[in-house]
């Protein structure tokens, strides 16, 4: 009899790993951000029941295991994904090979009797995770459930980014960790890392030493609230090597691939600094500076044989720390040309190249960078300046003014990141807010959220075949007067948000009343984040919270 007791003890613990129970009632639709391609949901009935555990079944592809236990480990609800041998009411992963479908396709089938995630990549079953975690609800009874849903899902474009500004103002490492777990939430899976500037170099290079040890520090910052006036705080940041390593690595468990930033031929008055050979040397007056006002300083790099050996050794190792990005982004913008003009040496390379002015040395220049990056086995990406002068067919343009010069790059056979700032441009404000310097922004114009929601990623007059070299969307974060985590997520969200589903969700899908409703069901999420996010009111979300470095 004690033995049979046993046995039947045994049996109701392992009961729910077994048999399954279906949920009370569940109400309504979940409010997934960004909205999936196809979405069906029997509402008002029961669901798939979570009793503080979601069982996976270890059977399947094992990469696409552990992408989805990495993706579903990060919910606010505390509830975990556990791996188990056996159990019927379990999610199953299932790996579908099928190249007609994009590698971060996935689908989901629930039923009060189990889960089945199919995908194509391990992207894809990371991706359903950040699905099922927006999905889960309290159903009738109280209890966490999935309601019986059937989604089929891939992105619009391939990418859909944020640029982090390092270069003014950086986030810590552990910040950045908080912005990509929240980022890989919303499916966002690129981020531009803006590294160096006039303001600092923020990247350890070996080879060259003195880039961060004198071109990582300024000698003062401008007064928040007053940005003609100098605060008289020296200050110094850089990323180590094994510190970017270990975000890259973080990022790409993630699925998000992080591209890094190397300007030149402009906003390089840091590496000047550094460095002071390898600028316009011989112009009169010549003594470069850390900048410590915002804005376009003069200084650029020089047009010469030590110049762009001095650009590869940097690049031998910015390719080494990012393996995986198959871009590197140069820059290109706001270069000013005065240097170049008073520099006999430049003038010298014009003629000895048959160059007819300076934009054209600047197209020079670009290129040049432009093989070294390639012989590298990587490609480039630009700002949209360095179209100036004669733009390659194999340099990818990240257009920020007119959309009509994504039309013309798109025609001349280059593809095209959109990031436009009258719509994407994150630095300037939401709408209405408090007073204080804490509020300091770069302009004093607005991009509302549904400006932003509404905003279309492909310029009039392209063809279907043409508009497949648009590969996606991106927020850019300039950080200027960003100089906390607080004042980067109340500038960045929830615009960010918007981009997300632009990136993410086909057109016919949209519609920004239900996106506004989605998203207001998510604020509880990001409270429970501390989130400090614009409230509708203008308010910061987490009024507490310092927005202004002290």
């Not at 890989?184 to 803006?194: F, G, L, M």
């Not at 600028?279 to 030590?306: H, M, Q």
């Not at 709408?431 to 607005?446: D, K, L, R, V």
Request: charged share 25%; aromatic share 10%; proline share 8%.
């Amino acid at each position: 009899m004690l033995l049979k007791k046993l046995a039947l003890a045994a049996f109701l613990l392992s009961a729910p790993a077994a048999l399954s129970l279906p949920s009370s009632p569940v109400e309504g639709n979940p409010a997934i951000i960004p909205l999936p391609a196809t979405l069906s949901i029997e509402k008002d009935k029961p669901g798939f029941l979570i009793d503080n555990s979601l069982p996976i079944l270890k059977t399947g592809n094992k990469a696409c295991l552990s992408s989805f236990l990495t993706g579903f480990s990060n919910n606010i609800h505390q509830i975990k994904a556990v791996p188990v041998q056996n159990a019927n009411n379990a999610v199953q992963i299932l790996l579908k090979k099928n190249s007609s479908l994009s590698p971060e396709w996935y689908s989901i089938k629930a039923t009060t009797q189990g889960i089945t995630i199919s995908c194509t990549s391990p992207a894809g079953a990371f991706y359903a995770a950040q699905t099922l975690k927006q999905s889960l609800t309290k159903d009738a009874a109280g209890k966490w459930a999935i309601p019986c849903m059937t989604i089929t899902d891939s992105p619009r474009f391939t990418w859909r980014g944020i640029m982090i500004d390092s270069g003014r103002n950086p986030r810590s490492i552990e910040e950045l960790k908080t912005i990509i777990d929240l980022l890989a939430h919303y499916k966002v899976n690129t981020i531009h890392w803006h590294l160096t500037e006039d303001q600092g170099w923020r990247l350890e290079i070996k080879k060259y030493p003195k880039l961060t040890s004198i071109g990582a520090t300024r000698p003062e910052s401008p007064m928040p609230g007053n940005r003609n006036k100098g605060d008289g705080k020296p200050f110094t940041f850089f990323y180590t090597q094994k510190e970017v390593k270990e975000l890259v690595d973080y990022a790409k468990r993630r699925h998000i691939t992080i591209v890094p930033e190397i300007e030149t031929p402009g906003h390089a008055a840091a590496a000047i600094t550094a460095y002071p050979e390898f600028g316009n040397k011989d112009i009169p007056g010549y003594k470069p500076r850390v900048a410590t006002r915002w804005g376009i300083l003069p200084f650029t790099f020089s047009p010469t044989e030590p110049t762009f050996k001095f650009i590869d050794g940097i690049l031998e190792e910015v390719c080494q720390l990012f393996p995986d990005s198959p871009y590197i982004h140069i820059g290109g913008d706001e270069a000013p040309k005065q240097q170049w003009k008073n520099s006999p040496q430049a003038q010298e390379v014009m003629k000895k190249n048959g160059l007819k002015n300076e934009q054209e040395l600047q197209s020079y220049f670009i290129h040049r960078v432009e093989k070294l990056v390639n012989a590298r086995g990587k490609q480039i990406i630009g700002w949209d300046e360095i179209r100036e002068g004669g733009l390659s067919k194999t340099a990818t343009l990240m257009v920020w003014h007119d959309p009509g010069i994504a039309r013309e790059a798109i025609r001349h056979g280059n593809k095209v990141i959109m990031t436009p700032f009258e719509s994407t441009y994150l630095i300037r404000q939401e709408g209405p807010h408090p007073e204080g310097p804490e509020y300091e922004m770069a302009t004093f114009s607005t991009i509302p959220l549904q400006k932003v929601y509404n905003m279309n990623p492909i310029p009039k007059g392209l063809t279907p075949e043409q508009e497949k070299n648009i590969l996606g969307v991106q927020g850019s974060c300039w950080s200027e007067y960003m100089t906390t985590l607080a004042k980067w997520q109340y500038m960045v969200f929830p615009r960010m948000f918007a981009i997300a589903e632009l990136g993410w969700t086909q057109p016919d899908r949209k519609d920004f009343t239900d996106f506004k409703r989605r998203l207001d069901r998510h604020k509880p999420f990001l409270d429970a984040l501390k989130i400090n996010y614009r409230t509708d009111s203008g308010e910061p979300a987490q009024p507490d919270a310092k927005m202004i470095r002290e």
